[in-house]
Structures are given as C-alpha cells and as structure tokens.
C-alpha cells in the first residue's frame, strides 16, 4: 500500500475529481466497492410546483323540489257527523266545489224557527205602525178638541199618552227584527259550516275522514293543492355566479332525468344572505304547466358558476 502522506498529497494535487477517482482505485483495491452516493456530491432537491386544484367544469348543481303557492289543510269549521263525502283523493276540484257535507238537520230546524220568529215580528211592526198612525191621528183630534173646550185636559194627556206607548211599542217591535235576522244571519253561517268547501282551484292531495265519522272543530278533513303555476326555492352560494334579477331565466331538470331540461323565471331573490350557509334564497316560478311534472319532484337547478378572478 501507498503511505499516507504520499496519498494525502497526491489527493490535493489531483483536485476533487481526481481525488474521486484515486480513492475509487483505492478501495478497488482494498476489496470494498465504492458507493456512487458517497463519491460525488449531494444533488439539491429540486423544488415542486404547487398545484391547485381544477376548476369544476359546468354550472353548479343545487338540489330542490318543485312546490306550488298555495297547499293547505281544510279543517272543520265546527263539530257533526260526516254525512257525504263528494270528493276523493285526486279529484280535480274548483274554488267552492263541495267536499263534503256535515249533517245540518238541527239547524235547518232552528233556522226555519228563526225565519218564523222574524216573520211573526215583522207582523208585529205592521201593526203597530198602524197603530201608531191611529194614535197620533187620536192626539191631533184630542189637541183641536182641547183647543175648542170640548174635552178636558185629562184627555188630552191620555191621548198623548197613547200616541207615545204606541211609537214605543213600534221601535221594540222593530228591535225584535233586527234581532231575529241577526240570529238568521248566524245560523246561516253556521248551516255553511256544515259544507266543507275547497278553498281554491286545484285538487284533493289526501282525505283523512270516513262517512260516518264524527269530526271536532279544527280537525283535518282534506288536503287541497294547486297544481300549477309550479315554483322552486333553492339555496345560492353568494361566491357563485352573478347576482339573479328578477325576470332572469333559470335551467333546471329532473334528478332522475338528466335530459331533459326546463326553464323557470326568477320572481323572488332574498335581500339578506344566510350567515350559516353563506347562501341567500332564490325562488323561480315554471314557464307554463310541463306535462309530467308534479308538485314534490326532486329537480336539479343549473346555475352559472362564478368567473375565475
């Protein structure tokens, strides 16, 4: 083997490369493999390029259901009996259109005592218009009488007397009518509360009473909802797209059908936005009545994403 100051000087007069080489010979020679890794220096790593995630392709996708404006539970307006049922589920109905029927007997009675009630008072005012007529007529002969020393004074006062009991009499006669036909008037209203009715055009979503059944005021009896115009309510990230008008068209489609598409016109934009969700709320009103469409379908509204800044 070489001594070492001679190795040492022969290293720096070779520089690094050759010092490489002499120490590879070396260990050649000294049975032992040199390590690629140790025999030159370390490569610097070289730096990665973030990469930020890609941009969805399309517009965003927000889930909803179509819904109507008006969809309501008619109650009973008061406690009977369900005689008739006139209307099923899914019956198209119109405004007024009779569901069904209370049994009404016992004020149908106290309705025809009430129209005789008012009749035999209306009568009495008659009467007693004539009545009064005759007094004053009475008073005035009384008076010139009085005037000419025919009678005395005491006649007078009494004719007086019977011309203003008779004016009484007339007025309460008069009140009694008054009375009886408002007494007509509840009874009506309480005769129609026995006619349940539906409250506007559309159709029977779901009956909850039988014939026979006894209901208590305020309870179910029907369903009743539109059917058309159809709306949609949905929730809109104010970091998505532009801010909707009202007016502006709207895409939308079925979430069991991908194909087909619809359009909806924009007729309320919440003006305050969610704190929660970041989301403030958009509802949009169908374009005419799409066959097979129907209240309760789940849709898919396509909204234009925001511009990348």
């Not at 005035?140 to 009991?165: C, H, P, V, Y």
Request: with cysteine; aromatic share 4%.
């Amino acid at each position: 083997m070489m001594p070492v100051e001679e190795t040492r000087g022969q290293v720096r007069a070779l520089g690094w490369t050759g010092a490489s080489l002499l120490m590879a010979v070396l260990l050649v020679a000294c049975g032992e493999t040199p390590d690629p890794a140790a025999s030159s220096p370390a490569a610097a790593p070289k730096p990665v390029a973030a990469q930020s995630a890609p941009e969805p392709a399309g517009p965003l996708e927000i889930l909803s259901v179509l819904s109507v404006e008006h969809e309501v539970d008619v109650l009973a307006q008061r406690d009977g009996v369900v005689v008739e049922i006139h209307q099923d589920q899914g019956s198209t109905v119109k405004r007024g259109a009779l569901l069904a029927q209370m049994d009404d007997r016992e004020l149908v009675a106290q309705l025809d005592r009430a129209r005789a009630d008012l009749a035999s008072a209306e009568s009495n005012v008659k009467y007693n218009e004539a009545e009064v007529q005759a007094r004053q007529a009475a008073l005035r002969r009384a008076t010139e009488m009085r005037r000419q020393g025919l009678n005395s004074d005491a006649d007078l006062e009494e004719a007086e007397f019977r011309a203003k009991g008779a004016a009484f009499d007339l007025e309460a006669w008069k009140s009694v009518v008054e009375r009886n036909q408002a007494n007509l008037r509840v009874l009506g209203l309480e005769l129609e509360k026995t006619q349940i009715r539906a409250p506007f055009d559309g159709a029977v979503i779901r009956r909850y009473v039988q014939r026979g059944q006894n209901v208590l005021k305020d309870e179910k009896v029907f369903r009743v909802g539109e059917m058309h115009p159809l709306r949609v309510r949905f929730l809109v990230p104010e970091s998505q797209g532009r801010a909707p008008r009202v007016g502006d068209a709207v895409e939308l489609k079925l979430a069991s059908d991908g194909e087909q598409a619809y359009k909806a016109r924009i007729e309320k934009v919440s003006p305050t936005v969610d704190p929660a969700s970041g989301s403030y709320e958009v509802s949009a009103q169908m374009d005419g009545a799409p066959p097979g469409l129907r209240p309760g379908m789940a849709v898919r509204i396509l909204w234009p994403r925001a511009n990348p800044q």
